[in-house]
């Protein structure tokens, strides 16, 4: 009888980055495999993988005596291997951190039917991180799915670290046993895509933000600049701005827009400091878009060549926004080396003709352009992501260069979805479609525009060196209450049966946004005029922004004088002002009347005394 040797390579691959599609040597027909894959973190952010695996024969002639596993990974500890006879030999060999493991097999399991049972166990320090308030766990998918039979993997988690934030995708069973939370996971999930898992409530950024103004003309100026703002999946809180605008106003986008004010020839420099709460979930607390402003996101726009006649071919077969996400990964390739600051944006069409040469403007500039051919409208978002990928991480640590991506609107969940065709690229087929993750801070949207308003970062003058944008892990802290204030602009005094017209300014004294705000007026001797009844609803009030609100006023009737009073109620807090009521009768009629009647007493004594003068002469 004849054997023959088989050099068996597991078909999957645990890293983070890149998945490794090597030819397989061992043929389906010849086994029949089994795999039972547990992930185990541990609290200093190892990830102990234990692989137990069943060889079974379905020739005669043919038997497995080596197994060898390839980790695009440097950093791999504590390799143990054994079969049913003992350890088995372990060679290792590293490059250019890739791991390669070689076992040689102690028994020559033959015949048909028979099965080779084996474990190998390693800890991998390059799948779980503790970033800042949150547990980050990634699983990579398998590489040649079709090389094995049964596959069953368990992600096993410390409770401690809290329920998972999101988990992508759904497992299929989740059970805990002692102190870890269990996650199970078939063959067809991990075909598809790795797991990608957060644990812990919101993940939380302190950033500082600088931006340079500078005013080159002989007359007066104003300019705005785009602070963070509040986004479905984030929270801004403001510690300060220095100095205050004039007023931050909401443009169609949602972006957060604040106005200054420059003299001749002033360069100003302000400085913008505070935290960003990123969220799993969407907030409730969000403004939602306009039908205009949706149907503006279905336009073409510079870089966004929707009537181009490749792109909307492209458009017609793919349709959704997942398959537009799944062709935009397949079709691009990322290029590492145009990552730098200053350079130039290709646009979705000569990127669908050049697709070798892309980075993240070129992924979401292609993603928008086919979605909004295809009927569905998408827009732009820059910000700041954070990375463990020590290839894309300078991009944001040590220079303003910063990451954008892209985003869909969803009308059946009302909301614009995240998703990020350039990290599922670059990290070897983790899912970045069905969930980000919560490491993606906007900075601006770009929607109706595919250029404005510039991010923070982008605001340098002629004298300006050094980073602009400071984005560190921040720490959780007991949030003020948001406060209001608001100022009367109104007549000191009126008369009764008369009025007069004025505002009241509504100020966001910080730290965070008011959404629906209910304004209530109450009166006392006074009637009001609102632009609505009695009720004035404000859809969003930025941080450190005033809302004016016109009105009028008058006396409830003709003879009501002294003091009347406007109470203004938001957010559980009342204003209240004063107005002086004259009387028309005691301080209008009657000062005329009696002038009228001194004059005609001047005029009779006149008459009377001319009489007398005329009678002695």
């Known amino acids: 009888m004849k054997f023959f040797n088989r050099l068996l390579f597991l078909p999957f691959l645990c890293s983070m980055f890149y998945v490794l599609c090597s030819t397989p040597v061992l043929a389906s027909s010849e086994f029949e495999t089994t795999y039972n894959v547990r992930y185990q973190v541990q609290a200093d952010e190892r990830v102990n993988v234990n692989q137990n695996i069943s060889l079974t024969n379905k020739l005669s002639s043919v038997y497995a005596t080596q197994y060898s596993l390839t980790l695009q990974s440097g950093r791999?500890?504590?390799?143990?291997?054994?079969?049913?006879?003992?350890?088995?030999?372990?060679?290792v060999s590293e490059n250019n951190d890739i791991t390669i493991i070689n076992l040689t097999f102690n028994q020559q399991t033959v015949g048909t039917g028979k099965t080779l049972n084996f474990n190998l166990s390693y800890d991998n320090l390059d799948l779980a991180y503790k970033n800042g308030q949150v547990w980050e766990v990634f699983v990579p998918k398998m590489a040649n799915p079709q090389e094995i039979d049964n596959f069953i993997l368990w992600l096993a988690v410390p409770t401690n670290f809290g329920n998972p934030a999101f988990i992508n995708p759904e497992p299929i069973e989740q059970k805990i046993e002692g102190n870890l939370n269990y996650f199970r996971f078939n063959?067809?999930?991990?075909?598809?895509?790795?797991?990608?898992?957060?644990?812990?409530?919101?993940?939380?950024?302190?950033?500082?933000?600088?931006?340079?103004?500078e005013n080159p003309n002989l007359v007066p100026g104003e300019t705005e600049i785009s602070f963070p703002p509040d986004a479905a999946f984030q929270q801004i809180i403001f510690k300060r701005i220095t100095p205050l605008p004039v007023n931050i106003r909401v443009d169609a986008d949602g972006n957060w827009l604040g106005k200054y004010r420059l003299g001749p020839n002033e360069k100003l420099n302000i400085t913008a400091e505070g935290k960003v709460k990123i969220f799993a979930q969407p907030q409730e607390k969000?403004?939602?878009?306009?039908?205009?402003?949706?149907?503006?996101?279905?336009?073409?726009?510079?870089?966004?060549?929707?009537?181009?006649?490749?792109?909307q071919a492209e458009a017609k077969k793919l349709a959704t926004p997942r398959a537009i996400y799944e062709f935009v990964v397949e079709t691009l390739d990322y290029d590492f080396s145009r990552v730098k600051e200053g350079v130039e944006r290709k646009g979705a069409a000569q990127a669908l003709n050049e697709p070798k040469n892309s980075i993240c403007m070129e992924f979401t500039d292609l993603f928008i352009a086919l979605a909004r051919a295809a009927g569905v409208p998408a827009r732009e978002v820059e910000g700041f992501a954070?990375?463990?990928?020590?290839?894309?991480?300078?991009?944001?640590?040590?220079a303003d260069v910063l990451h954008s991506w892209p985003e869909y609107w969803d009308e059946k969940r009302q909301i614009w979805v995240?998703?990020?065709?350039?990290?599922?690229?670059?990290?070897?087929?983790?899912?970045?479609?069905?969930?980000?993750?919560?490491?993606?801070?906007?900075?601006?949207?770009?929607?109706?525009?595919?250029?404005?308003?510039?991010?923070?970062?982008?605001?340098?003058?002629?004298?300006?060196?050094?980073?602009d944008v400071q984005v560190v892990f921040g720490q959780y802290e007991q949030e003020d209450n948001p406060k209001l204030e608001v100022d009367f602009k109104i007549p000191k005094k009126i008369f009764a049966g008369f009025g007069g017209e004025g505002e009241i300014i509504v100020k966001n004294l910080g730290q965070q946004a008011f959404y629906k705000l209910e304004l209530s007026f109450k009166t006392e001797k006074l009637d009001l005029t609102l632009p609505t009844?009695?009720?004035?609803?404000?859809?969003?009030?930025?941080?450190?922004?005033?809302?004016?609100?016109?009105?009028?006023?008058?006396?409830?009737?003709?003879?009501?004088?002294?003091?009347?009073?406007?109470?203004?109620?938001?957010?559980?807090?009342?204003?209240?002002?004063?107005?002086?009521?004259?009387?028309?009768?005691?301080?209008?009629?009657?000062?005329?009347?009696?002038?009228?009647?001194?004059?005609?007493?001047?005029?009779?004594?006149?008459?009377?005394?001319?009489?007398?003068?005329?009678?002695?002469?």
């Open 386 to 398: 954070y990375t463990t990928n020590v290839k894309l991480k300078p991009l944001s640590l040590v």
């Open 418 to 467: 995240p998703v990020d065709p350039t990290w599922e690229k670059t990290t070897g087929g983790i899912n970045f479609f069905d969930k980000t993750d919560l490491n993606h801070f906007v900075f601006a949207i770009h929607g109706e525009s595919s250029i404005e308003p510039f991010p923070a970062g982008s605001y340098k003058s002629s004298s300006s060196i050094g980073k």
């Open 187 to 213: 063959k067809s999930q991990l075909a598809i895509a790795g797991v990608s898992a957060a644990f812990g409530q919101f993940q939380i950024f302190d950033f500082m933000f600088t931006y340079h103004l």
């Open 76 to 91: 791999i500890e504590n390799i143990k291997a054994s079969d049913e006879e003992g350890p088995l030999k372990i060679e």
């Open 286 to 311: 969000f403004l939602k878009p306009s039908l205009e402003n949706l149907k503006n996101n279905l336009l073409p726009q510079k870089y966004w060549e929707t009537e181009d006649l490749l792109i």
């Open 533 to 617: 009844n009695e009720k004035v609803q404000l859809a969003v009030l930025p941080p450190f922004a005033s809302q004016p609100i016109v009105l009028k006023i008058k006396s409830s009737d003709w003879w009501s004088f002294g003091r009347g009073t406007l109470s203004v109620t938001a957010n559980n807090q009342e204003f209240n002002t004063t107005i002086k009521i004259g009387s028309f009768f005691w301080q209008l009629i009657l000062p005329l009347v009696g002038i009228v009647l001194a004059i005609g007493f001047l005029a009779i004594f006149m008459v009377k005394q001319k009489q007398w003068q005329l009678k002695n002469t």
